[in-house]
C-alpha cells in the first residue's frame, strides 16, 4: 500500500489540484492512503473532509508585501508560525510514513515539501500558474521534480531544476457535454449565449460591466447570457439591472448568485467572461471556446495576467486589464465577435488546442517515476 502526503491550500486554485492528483493515484491504487497538511480552520480543512481524506494541521502564514500596521502583525505572526513549522511538519511525516509527498502550492505546502525533500522523501510539486509562486520557486531545487501547467512557467524558474509539463486536471465533467445537450438542459436555445462570471465571492468590475452588457442585449438581440454575480453582487446586480429596465423573466437570462452547473454553462457559451486563474483556463481550453479575460489585480506576482496571456497569444482570448477596462469596450468586442462566428470558432479552436488531453496520464507518469511503490 502506497502512502501520500499532500500539502496545497489558502485558495482553491492550490487545493483543487491537490484533490484531483488524490483521485488519479485512487484510481490507479483503490488501497492507497492519503492524507492532506493544512492550516487549522481553513477552507482547505473544510473541503478536504467534504471529499472524504483525512487532514492534519500545521499553522503557517503567508508573508504580507504591502506594508500597513495591520499587515505589520500579521508578518510578526506569519515569523512566529516560522519558527515552529519545521518542527512540525518533520512530526506530520514521521507519524504518517509517506512514501511520496506532493505539493500543489499556497505557503502551506513550503515547510512540508520542504522538510520531506531533506528527510530524503521523493518530493513532487505542481505549479498551476504560468507565472510561478514564490513557493514554487523556493522548492524547484529541492525537490525531485516539479510539474508544470504551461511551458511558459519555465521562463521564470531556476534552469537546472527538473521540470515536466503536465498540464492541470479538471473535473471529469467538464468536455462530457455537448453544446446542444447543454443548451436543453438549461433551456435555452440555439442564439449565441455568454456565460459570465468573477467567482464564487464574484468581482465588482466585472458585475459592472456585465450589468450593461446585459442591458445593451436584452431585448434588442437574440443573446442568450449565464451570469454568475457572487456574493459581492449580492444586494446589488440584480436592482442594477432593474434600474436598467433589463426583463428578468426573459427565457434567454440565467442570473444566479453561484453557478454550481459549470460544465454545463460552459459547454452552453460561445463566449466566456470571466477572471484568468489556472483552473478556469484549463476548463476553456478543455471545452474549447473563445473568452474575454480580467485578470484578477490584487492576485500575488499577476499571476492572473500572464496566465491570460498564454490564451490570447494563442489567439483564444481577448484580454483587458481591470484599470483600462469599460462597458463600452466589452459591448463593442462582443457585438464584433458575435457578428462573426468565423473568429468566434477560430478562437474556440485555439483554445482547444492548448488543452492536455492527457494531463491525468502525464501526471501519474511523473509520480511513479518518483515513487516506486506506485502502480
Avoid at 496571456?309 to 464584433?336: F, H, W
Wanted: charged share 25%; net charge positive.
Amino acid at each position: 500500500m502506497v502512502k501520500v502526503l499532500l500539502a496545497g491550500g489558502g485558495t482553491a486554485g492550490h487545493l483543487n489540484p491537490a484533490l484531483a492528483i488524490a483521485e488519479i493515484i485512487k484510481a490507479k491504487n483503490p488501497s492507497a492512503e492519503f492524507l492532506f497538511a493544512g492550516t487549522p480552520g481553513s477552507m482547505e480543512e473544510k473541503l478536504v473532509a467534504k471529499a472524504g481524506y483525512n487532514f492534519t494541521t500545521i499553522k503557517v502564514k503567508g508573508f504580507q508585501r504591502k506594508i500597513s500596521v495591520k499587515n505589520i502583525g500579521r508578518n510578526i505572526q506569519a515569523a512566529a508560525y516560522l519558527t515552529t513549522a519545521g518542527a512540525r511538519a518533520r512530526k506530520i511525516i514521521k507519524d504518517f510514513q509517506p512514501d511520496i509527498v506532493i505539493g500543489t502550492g499556497g505557503y502551506v505546502s513550503g515547510p512540508i515539501v520542504l522538510k520531506a525533500a531533506e528527510m530524503k522523501i521523493p518530493t513532487v510539486i505542481h505549479e498551476q500558474n504560468a507565472f510561478p509562486g514564490v513557493t514554487t520557486k523556493l522548492l524547484s531545487k529541492k525537490v525531485n521534480e516539479v510539474m508544470l501547467t504551461v511551458e511558459e512557467a519555465k521562463e521564470y524558474l531556476e534552469k537546472d531544476a527538473t521540470y515536466v509539463v503536465t498540464g492541470l486536471p479538471v473535473r471529469s465533467a467538464i468536455a462530457h457535454k455537448t453544446k446542444e445537450e447543454a443548451r436543453r438542459e438549461l433551456g435555452l436555445d440555439d442564439a449565441p449565449c455568454i456565460l459570465s462570471f468573477g467567482g464564487s465571492l464574484g468581482a465588482g468590475k466585472i458585475n459592472e460591466v456585465v450589468s450593461d452588457l446585459i442591458a445593451w442585449h436584452s431585448g434588442k438581440k437574440e443573446i442568450n447570457h449565464i451570469h454568475g454575480y457572487g456574493g459581492m453582487g449580492r444586494e446589488t446586480f440584480v436592482p442594477s439591472l432593474i434600474a436598467k429596465n433589463v426583463d428578468l423573466g426573459s427565457k434567454r437570462l440565467k442570473i444566479n448568485e453561484y453557478i454550481d452547473n459549470m460544465a454545463a454553462c460552459l459547454a452552453a457559451a460561445d463566449i466566456v467572461i470571466c477572471r484568468s486563474g489556472a483552473n478556469t483556463l484549463s476548463e476553456i481550453e478543455e471545452v474549447g471556446r473563445a473568452s474575454i479575460l480580467i485578470p484578477s489585480p490584487i492576485v500575488a506576482g499577476n499571476h492572473q495576467y500572464h496566465n491570460a496571456m498564454v490564451l490570447a497569444n494563442a489567439g483564444a482570448a481577448v484580454v483587458y486589464e481591470q484599470k483600462n477596462l469599460t462597458s463600452d469596450t466589452v459591448i463593442d468586442k462582443v457585438d464584433e465577435l458575435i457578428s462573426n462566428p468565423a473568429k468566434l470558432a477560430d478562437m474556440a479552436e485555439n483554445a482547444k488546442k492548448l488543452a492536455i488531453s492527457d494531463t491525468n496520464d502525464r501526471i501519474y507518469a511523473t509520480l511513479k517515476r518518483n515513487c516506486t511503490k506506485l502502480n
